[in-house]
């Protein structure tokens, strides 16, 4: 079985971002660019289930600029055996690839790559979407597993039980394969990449294909308009009694 | 004693005295020439036993031994010749700092009383806090007319007792004067006050696309002040240099309350005597560094961490060497561990995971690179590392991928100094060795402490700085007297520093003659004596007390 893990290259988690002074998004230029933490814990999870047996094969796949591929390198120095790289540069800041174009193409991708599990983060950190997984699902009409923390397959009866984290608590469910999973913080801790494992990535291929090349249309029917910042948090003041405090609550906050 | 008499006594005891080796006048003339030693005995002070200790990273104190030990090699004495507090002084402090400069609470005392190891106490009954170099110059100026001892205090977090008072010392801590007074953001120079927080002052001018020209890890405590007063160095020394080349001014308040204003912010100005370079490293013993201004470097945006492992020290060595070529103008850190490192961090730190699990190796390598182009400085890493695997320098490695891993990696080698705090007692000892004897001195203390204590090998390799730790349950005269003076005179046949960076402050005032010639530390003695003729400043310290 083929396990596809879709990575995504976002700013990187510890960078302190900043606005760009025209707002139009935010500043990514010089700014260091790593693989998307969720996504990490994906492409962890395909492996530790291709070193227990469960899947043969571990590709990844991102969509993305030239610059893209880096992302997929890491995947691969990680362990996958193989990458597809969907070339989309998107020039204009004010229509960035949203998560329903990028359902769209890994549907292409998966229906080429017939995959038995596509393993995606269950969020972008850069816009906090977290849709890409569901809408894969939808379109593929493929079980889901989201916000996973455990993931257990079985092999001959191919069916996955997950464990997903929800607000009441954790849920179990039973999927049939193929299915859609994404991941959550817990399900594991990301391996590094060693010596060896780049030394070995430097021989595994990555697939150039670009959105045409599959058939998608990916125009964006959302524009952004503007980024700007929270507005800055206020200073807390001290007050030195309950009258002025119930002073404040009518007159300054309307609440009483 | 003066000079002659020593130089009189010695030939009188030439055969007693050790037998210095062949007589060399190079410039680092490391003759071992030993002032007449003295026997071993442990320091007790008039430390306040079973005092409650405020010190937060002193919370193994109270398993520990309270009895605080020095390595003074003889028992200190309470110099007479300083005037002891009374009302009247507090008063005038009073009337200069306010109610709030002067601190007399007990609980704020006993913090300021202890250095960061809980090794050395002192009990000092004043705590002032100025804020303006005005004020710090009023109360020098006062405590040198009174003949009152001061101590100058920063972050506290200095590792040879420089930072606490010996005795009833009046500190003066510098944490109210913590304004950054201007940035030039087009030639990065920084001017600010002595009391700034270091990370604090690199949070600043990373904002502005700069970095401070040193990292340690007590960044978050240690002031800038004390850190140029102790020639600090930390981990990226191999990269931007010492504090001798990045500090361009400094404003400094003499014994007698005089205000040296050599804040200037050129590159290059060559009249007269570069006097800053006097107090920078001085220990706070020839004046109080009240303002700085520092070149900080450009901050640039590609920084590469590779966690390395090697089978042997000698490795480690053709590693460097091999990185020095190959990763040439972009390696900015060469740190190397040896296992009983990593395993200290694993069991003692919260929060890290050990990068490579599985090596069953004896040695650690931490690389960093820093340059102006990601892709082509990974692709020169990567490509150095793997070569370097090829030649069997390397036996395992790994690279980090984004920066949460790189401050993992960075956090075990930051916090082996604090995991080494919560085992109990700590000797630490900061040496400058030639990189191919540096891990010999591990070795031989290894074998000489035995099962009664731990050793650890860890530091700046690129620097040739190794940091030395001996780690047991509690201080034990019986493992000090297997490491002093032995650790000591190993590192001066070697012809090495005994303090790299971490300054001779109380543990070290008798032990300079290991690294210094007798000519020189006069010199030094003339200087003390004519900036500070009282000897106000940080007494005790530095320098041994039989030379002043």
């Known amino acids: 079985?083929?396990?596809?893990?879709?990575?995504?290259?976002?700013?990187?988690?510890?960078?302190?971002?900043?606005?760009?002074?025209?707002?139009?998004?935010?500043?990514?230029?010089?700014?260091?660019?790593?693989?998307?933490?969720?996504?990490?814990?994906?492409?962890?999870?395909?492996?530790?289930?291709?070193?227990?047996?469960?899947?043969?094969?571990?590709?990844?796949?991102?969509?993305?600029?030239?610059?893209?591929?880096?992302?997929?390198?890491?995947?691969?120095?990680?362990?996958?055996?193989?990458?597809?790289?969907?070339?989309?540069?998107?020039?204009?800041?004010?229509?960035?690839?949203?998560?329903?174009s990028v359902a769209k193409i890994l549907r292409a991708v998966a229906l080429q790559e017939k995959p038995g599990l596509v393993i995606l983060g269950k969020?972008?950190?850069d816009d906090d979407c977290n849709q890409t997984g569901q809408m894969l699902a939808g379109l593929l009409q493929w079980p889901q597993g989201t916000f996973a923390s455990k993931v257990v397959l079985d092999k001959e009866k191919q069916k996955a039980t997950v464990d997903r984290e929800v607000d009441g608590g954790i849920e179990t469910i039973c999927l049939d394969l193929p299915a859609v999973i994404t991941t959550d913080l817990r399900l594991n801790q990301p391996r590094y990449a060693t010596l060896p494992n780049i030394m070995k990535a430097k021989s595994k291929v990555i697939k150039k294909v670009t959105p045409e090349e599959l058939n998608v249309d990916i125009r964006s029917d959302m524009e952004v308009i503007q980024v700007t910042e929270p507005p800055k948090r206020k200073a807390g003041v001290i007050l030195s009694s309950v009258d002025e405090l119930l002073d404040k609550l009518k007159n300054e906050a309307h609440v009483l | 004693m003066s000079w002659r008499a020593a130089a009189r006594l010695l030939r009188r005891l030439g055969s007693v005295a050790a037998e210095p080796p062949a007589r060399d006048h190079?410039?680092?003339?490391?003759?071992?020439?030993?002032?007449?030693?003295?026997?071993?005995?442990?320091?007790?002070?008039?430390?306040?036993?079973?005092?409650?200790?405020?010190?937060?990273?002193?919370?193994?104190?109270?398993?520990?031994?309270?009895?605080?030990?020095?390595?003074?090699?003889?028992?200190?004495?309470?110099?007479?010749?300083?005037?002891?507090?009374?009302?009247?002084?507090?008063?005038?402090?009073?009337?200069?700092?306010?109610?709030?400069?002067v601190v007399q609470d007990e609980d704020r005392l006993a913090v300021a009383n202890v250095d960061w190891m809980g090794k050395y106490r002192g009990a000092s009954q004043l705590l002032l806090l100025p804020k303006s170099t005005t004020e710090v110059s009023k109360i020098l100026s006062y405590c040198n007319s009174r003949r009152l001892a001061v101590v100058p205090q920063g972050g506290n977090t200095g590792l040879v007792g420089g930072s606490v008072p010996?005795?009833?010392?009046?500190?003066?801590?510098?944490?109210?004067?913590?304004?950054?007074?201007?940035?030039?953001?087009?030639?990065?120079?920084?001017?600010?006050?002595?009391?700034?927080?270091?990370?604090?002052?690199?949070?600043?001018?990373?904002?502005?696309?700069?970095?401070?020209?040193?990292?340690?890890?007590?960044?978050?405590?240690c002031h800038i002040g004390g850190n140029i007063s102790t020639n600090a160095g930390g981990l990226r020394f191999i990269r931007y240099g010492s504090l001798h080349g990045n500090v361009l001014g400094l404003e400094v308040v003499l014994a007698n309350g005089t205000v040296l204003d050599m804040l200037t912010t050129l590159r290059k100005d060559n009249t007269g005597y570069d006097l800053k370079h006097l107090f920078i490293g001085s220990e706070g013993s020839l004046g109080v560094v009240t303002k700085i201004s520092?070149?900080?470097?450009?901050?640039?945006?590609?920084?590469?961490?590779?966690?390395?492992?090697?089978?042997?020290?000698?490795?480690?060595?053709?590693?460097?060497?091999?990185?020095?070529?190959?990763?040439?103008?972009?390696?900015?850190?060469?740190?190397?561990?040896?296992?009983?490192?990593?395993?200290?961090?694993?069991?003692?730190?919260?929060?890290?995971?050990?990068?490579?699990?599985?090596?069953?190796?004896?040695f650690f390598v931490l690389i960093e690179t820093t340059g102006s182009d990601g892709s082509y400085d990974k692709a020169k890493l990567e490509a150095f590392l793997l070569r370097a695997m090829e030649d069997g320098l390397v036996a395992d490695g790994v690279i980090a991928q984004d920066i949460s891993q790189a401050s993992n990696f960075w956090r075990i080698r930051e916090g082996i100094s604090e995991a080494s705090v919560k085992v109990g007692a700590v000797y630490k000892y900061d040496l400058s060795i030639p990189v191919e004897k540096l891990y010999d001195i591990v070795e031989e203390m290894r074998s000489r402490v035995g099962d009664n204590a731990e050793v650890l090998g860890y530091g700046h390799l690129g620097d040739g700085?190794?940091?030395?730790?001996?780690?047991?349950?509690?201080?034990?005269?019986?493992?000090?007297?297997?490491i002093e003076p032995f650790v000591y005179e190993w590192t001066s046949a070697q012809r090495g520093s005994i303090s790299a960076e971490h300054g001779l402050g109380l543990m070290k005032a008798e032990k300079i003659h290991y690294s210094k010639s007798p000519?020189?530390?006069q010199l030094m003695a003339s200087i003390k004596r004519l900036l500070d003729p009282n000897s106000i400043l940080n007494p005790y310290k530095v320098l041994p007390p039989s030379v002043l």
């Open chain 2, 465 to 482: 700085n190794l940091h030395l730790n001996i780690l047991s349950k509690k201080y034990d005269d019986n493992i000090l007297a297997q």
């Open chain 2, 166 to 221: 010996v005795y009833d010392e009046v500190i003066v801590g510098l944490t109210g004067m913590d304004k950054i007074i201007s940035f030039d953001n087009v030639n990065g120079i920084l001017t600010c006050e002595a009391g700034c927080v270091l990370e604090n002052l690199s949070t600043f001018v990373e904002n502005e696309g700069f970095i401070m020209p040193l990292d340690l890890g007590a960044k978050g405590s």
């Open chain 2, 294 to 362: 520092v070149l900080t470097p450009a901050k640039l945006p590609s920084t590469n961490v590779a966690f390395l492992s090697c089978n042997d020290y000698i490795s480690c060595q053709k590693l460097l060497l091999a990185a020095r070529r190959n990763l040439g103008e972009i390696l900015s850190a060469f740190e190397f561990m040896d296992h009983h490192c990593i395993d200290l961090a694993m069991r003692h730190l919260e929060g890290v995971q050990n990068p490579l699990p599985a090596s069953p190796y004896k």
């Open chain 2, 26 to 101: 190079t410039v680092n003339s490391r003759r071992t020439f030993h002032w007449i030693p003295s026997p071993q005995h442990p320091q007790c002070g008039p430390r306040t036993m079973g005092r409650y200790d405020a010190q937060h990273s002193a919370n193994k104190a109270s398993e520990v031994q309270m009895h605080t030990f020095g390595s003074a090699a003889k028992q200190i004495q309470r110099n007479p010749a300083y005037s002891e507090l009374n009302s009247d002084d507090i008063s005038y402090f009073k009337s200069i700092l306010g109610e709030n400069g």
């Open chain 1, 123 to 125: 969020q972008a950190i």
């Open chain 2, 519 to 521: 000519e020189a530390v």
């Open chain 1, 1 to 100: 079985m083929k396990i596809l893990v879709a990575v995504k290259r976002v700013v990187d988690y510890a960078v302190k971002v900043r606005v760009k002074p025209d707002r139009t998004g935010v500043e990514t230029a010089n700014v260091k660019m790593s693989m998307n933490p969720f996504c990490e814990i994906a492409v962890e999870e395909a492996l530790r289930l291709r070193e227990a047996g469960a899947a043969a094969e571990v590709v990844a796949a991102t969509i993305g600029p030239a610059q893209s591929a880096d992302t997929l390198r890491t995947a691969l120095a990680m362990g996958a055996d193989r990458a597809v790289h969907v070339l989309h540069d998107s020039p204009d800041p004010a229509r960035p690839l949203l998560p329903l």
